[in-house]
């Protein structure tokens, strides 16, 4: 079986080459986040007090199941505190690195054929998933250095360079990990999207254990590779023997996949590619079914996001007003309002920035008519008895139930997770009036959207524009101290801030009449218009 | 009444004539092969023929309704099949199948299935794991289990192998002997000439050429090769004869077809040996069109 692995250093090279710009992008973004953040710490957190304040907030059961287990809460250092509140997440970011650049490397080029290519040369027949691996391997390993050395570098009080190395060794440990299951997954599943789905299973159920059995019982942490590299204690304890115990399981999982590589035909995958339906349900035949049906996993991902961020700024809120009290930059943010807890305050600001973020999920279903357009399908509908307005109507339907759907439950979110952890709880319908007092707003930029697909279908792209404008004026705006008119171009500047602010009945209005104004307009151009394609 | 008619059909894009007033008909029952090289406009004209693109001039009816205007009733009654077929990579080729059926409204399941098993499609299999071949298989047979009275056809078996390109010529002569009308954009001259009955070729925007076969045959020649027992004297200036080329005791050379009686004469004059024939071919044609060279004296072998 010699030759099994020929040329692979070539192929290594050779997919270096191709990833040139993508794998340096992902290496200095990860270090230079890591970095600033490392840096915030000690410009928001100037003395002991302030971060004991902070370990303070920390102390709650849903703020350990989202960011993990606070080691060192009683003397939370700068280094205890990196370790607490960032490691998980870009571990996170590491593993979808790690998960997105094997798949590239393995089954997506397999499915489209140009692996095929490459074995018709004199290339071995597992030198391409090896070169996958040793390349995703050096990306971890480098981006590892650069973090552990930065950070040690940042020469911070508390974050030594052993510390330092281990935060980076935790990160690398945790690409390896999911380096090789990745590769594991590309043997089994027939395409790539397979790979990434059973991929980012497994980084959910690693979250989701890690969270459950940092709140209620450790061994299940211990079951969760992202519980291992938290279990490092990094700036703590900085134990060396998760991240071998990692990368040990890592090596073991990569000689698996390699083992099934050699084993199997090309093009085939260990999963059998079940049948798909042979026949269209009756939800699927329509144009309205049809859009529901190519966004479905999208909305179902956005809806849980959505109640996630809710519930995760929920879970914050009791501790606010120590929160608050500390930080500088906050107070400045929101100035007190006779009569108002901060925690109404500050339930006010979230609103705007979650009305904000559920209106991506609506323009992105609208602006699929777009895409579909660009990639020549809507001639498949247009060319049968489906006229240009209940296309449009299907598309439009979907972004505001979207709308409707997304706020609310970020709202819920916030409220279920808020009662828990406010003393005297919340009440829901205040919440749910502050959320959804927003809907015009988000209905004027679905309205937007669908006058640019109907007149200027080549910029329609533009309205995320206009989104990051408002999210910049309304949500900085406090902050920065635009001028008011600033913040007037934007839909979100007028709606009242319930329950801080009384309802503006005109405002509303005015709004939601501008976004079916703008709506009809677009029913208008775009049953005027050339198709493109 | 035509079923279609364009008359002085135009389309600008910006400042770019694609169309340049053109006049298409297709009659009940007939099938119109639609020829032109790539970039020509066939598309174009069938876009607008479908309501997607709105000419700039001129009309377009179908059934004696306005395309652009009255698009959706008359997709009731269409079938249209794209050159390159686009499909959601995450549907299966059945529930896209039923999807357009359902859109279109009506619903054969018995034809549904006999389509699919003459093309030999499995509809279980998610549309990104089809071949072009296959995407193009799942568009045709949509279209033929749909009770459609016309069918657009662009560049419909671009893709298919030899066998599914019998299949697919099967369906068509089917439908037109049910009464369908079948406009049909082809760069395969064959299947154009032993599909279609009338022929239009198109030409940067414009018709250079339209009417039945035979019709069109007067423009081309027949190609002759002849072995006599005496030289032929003074061939080159006999009327109508092109391209003379010898090969031993054997000419071949091309003849006007309508000056053939008139050369067959001449030439048996000098005691025949031999005598092959090949008719003319849509293929010369088209190949003097695309050259721009309609009256040349300058033929060409075949």
Same mark, same amino acid.
């Given at each position: 079986m010699a030759g099994l692995t020929k040329n692979t250093g070539k192929l290594s090279r050779f997919l270096l080459r191709r990833d040139r710009i993508r794998i340096p992008v992902w290496i200095l973004s990860l270090a230079i986040i890591t970095y600033t953040i490392a840096l915030s710490f000690t410009d928001l957190y100037g003395s002991k007090a302030d971060r004991q304040a902070i370990a303070e907030t920390m102390l709650n059961p849903a703020m350990t199941a989202m960011v993990g287990q606070g080691y060192g809460l009683d003397n939370y250092t700068y280094g205890a505190m990196m370790a607490h509140q960032m490691l998980l997440f870009t571990a996170i970011t590491v593993a979808i690195m790690s998960i997105l650049l094997v798949t590239r490397h393995t089954r997506s080029d397999e499915e489209d054929g140009r692996i095929e290519l490459i074995r018709s %040369?004199?290339?071995?027949?597992l030198s391409n998933l090896f070169a996958a691996l040793n390349v995703v391997f050096m990306t971890n390993f480098f981006m590892a250095l650069l973090i552990g050395f930065g950070l040690a570098a %940042?020469?911070?009080?508390?974050?030594?360079l052993e510390g330092s190395l281990l935060y980076g060794a935790a990160l690398g440990a945790i690409g390896f990990f999911f380096t090789a299951i990745t590769a594991v997954f590309a043997q089994l599943s027939e395409n790539s999207r397979g790979v990434i789905g059973l991929s980012f299973f497994v980084l959910g159920i690693a979250y989701i254990l890690r969270a459950i059995g940092d709140v209620s019982n450790e061994t299940l942490s211990w079951i969760s590779p992202l519980g291992w590299i938290l279990g490092a204690e990094v700036y703590v304890n900085n134990y060396w023997w998760p991240i071998l115990l990692t990368i040990g399981v890592s090596f073991i999982l990569c000689i698996l996949a390699l083992y099934l590589n050699g084993i199997r035909d090309l093009g085939?995958? *260990? %999963?059998p590619a079940k049948p798909g339906k042979k026949h269209a349900s009756v939800l699927l035949k329509s144009p309205l079914g049809l859009s529901f049906r190519l966004q479905r996993t999208g909305i179902i991902a956005w809806a849980i996001g959505m109640f996630v961020l809710g519930a995760s700024y929920g879970s914050v809120l009791g501790d606010l007003d120590t929160f608050f009290e500390d930080i500088d930059m906050m107070k400045q943010m929101l100035a007190p309002v006779d009569g108002y807890s901060l925690t109404e305050q500050f339930i006010t600001m979230l609103m705007s920035i979650m009305a904000m973020i559920s209106t991506i999920p609506a323009l992105m279903a609208q602006l699929k008519l777009m895409g579909e357009e660009r990639k020549n399908r809507t001639e498949h509908l247009l060319s049968r008895a489906v006229s240009r307005t209940r296309l449009l109507s299907s598309s439009l339907i979907i972004s505001i139930l979207v709308s409707f759907v997304m706020l609310s439950l970020a709202a819920l979110g916030l409220w279920s997770a808020g009662s828990v952890s406010i003393n005297d709880g919340m009440d829901i319908t205040v919440v749910y009036q502050a959320a959804i007092v927003y809907l015009p707003a988000m209905w004027v930029m679905i309205g937007l959207t669908a006058f640019l697909i109907g007149f200027l279908p080549q910029v329609s792209s533009w309205v995320w524009g206009y989104l990051i404008y408002s999210f910049i004026v309304v949500y900085l705006g406090n902050l920065?101290? *635009?001028?008011e008119w600033m913040s007037s171009l934007?839909? *979100?500047?007028?709606?009242?801030?319930i329950p801080i602010e009384d309802m503006n009945i005109t405002a509303v209005t005015i709004l939601t009449i501008s976004a079916i104004g703008l709506m009809v307009l677009g029913f208008i151009g775009y049953r005027q218009r050339d198709i493109g394609g | 009444m035509p079923v279609l008619q364009t008359t002085n059909l135009t389309k600008k894009f910006g400042k770019f004539? $694609?169309?340049?007033g053109v006049n298409i008909e297709v009659n009940e029952g007939e099938v119109y092969g639609f020829i032109g090289p790539n970039g020509a406009g066939k598309s174009t004209t069938i876009r607008i023929l479908l309501g997607i693109l709105k000419a700039t001039k001129g009309n377009v009816t179908i059934f004696g309704k306005d395309a652009w205007s009255d698009a959706v009733s008359i997709h009731e009654r269409i079938a249209y099949v794209p050159g390159d077929v686009n499909l959601?990579?995450?549907?299966t080729g059945g529930e896209v199948i039923d999807l357009f059926v359902k859109l279109r409204g009506g619903n054969n399941q018995s034809r549904r299935e006999a389509l699919i098993k003459r093309f030999e499609l499995?509809? #279980?299999?998610?549309?990104? #794991?089809?071949s072009k071949g296959n995407r193009q298989k799942v568009a045709l047979v949509a279209a033929f289990s749909s009770d459609a009275d016309l069918y657009i056809l662009d560049e419909? #078996?671009?893709?298919?192998d030899p066998l599914m390109e019998k299949v697919f010529q099967d369906c068509v002569l089917e439908a037109k002997q049910a009464g369908k009308s079948i406009l049909l954009s082809s760069h395969i001259l064959s299947e154009v000439e032993k599909l279609c009955d009338r022929v239009g070729i198109i030409r940067q925007g414009k018709i250079i050429e339209s009417g039945s076969l035979s019709e069109m045959r007067h423009l081309t020649r027949t190609n002759l090769l002849v072995e006599t027992k005496q030289d032929i004297v003074a061939?080159?200036? +006999?009327?109508? +004869?092109?391209a003379i080329e010898r090969e031993g005791n054997e000419i071949s050379f091309q003849v006007d077809t309508e000056k053939l009686d008139d050369v067959i004469r001449y030439i048996s004059k000098f005691g025949l040996v031999k005598l092959e024939s090949a008719p003319p071919t849509l293929e010369d044609l088209f190949m003097r069109h695309y050259e721009g060279?309609?009256? $040349?004296?300058a033929g060409r072998e075949v």
């Open positions: %040369l004199p290339t071995g027949r %940042l020469d911070i009080e508390s974050m030594d085939s995958g *260990f %999963l920065i101290q *635009f001028p934007s839909p *979100f500047g007028h709606i009242p801030q | 004539t $694609a169309l340049d959601w990579p995450n549907l499995d509809p #279980t299999k998610k549309c990104r #794991t089809y419909p #078996t671009s893709g298919l061939l080159s200036e +006999v009327e109508g +004869v092109h060279n309609i009256t $040349a004296g």
